[in-house]
């Protein structure tokens, strides 16, 4: 069996403002919205769909987790939009080593942030398998 993720629903308050977000951050444009959501597409082909969670009933979103594997150019472009915008960093998904990138095991580098709605961004290059971009 293949299977490969396509897209995942990104619950936020403001679909507008997050997906710029995170568009900004990585140095993307954010895609046609298609229905009710608005996409940001990855290289990879998978989509973050973002959707205002009041579409849903819900008051607010739930944060969650979301990870980038990024080549070495792409996390240093957008690690100096993250402290040019001021944004708050840590090198632990727990919020510890604040203001630190991490450096793992497998080589490489990477860095956690909150975006508009509280969700915790990683941005990595290297996963824990050692598979880079």
Known sequence: MTAHLNH????????????????????????????????????NGVALDYMNAADMGLTDPTPQHYALLVSEDTFDAAFDRIVAAGLPYHGEPNGDQQGEIYHSRSGGRGVYFPDPDGHLMELLTRDLAGREV
Do not use: E, H, M
């Not at 679909?15 to 597409?41: E, H, M, T, Y």
């Open 8 to 43: 995942t629903i990104v619950y936020v308050r403001d679909k507008q403002v997050s997906a710029n977000f995170l568009a900004d951050i990585l140095g993307i444009s954010v895609s046609p919205p298609v229905a009710r959501f608005l996409p940001v597409a990855l290289d």
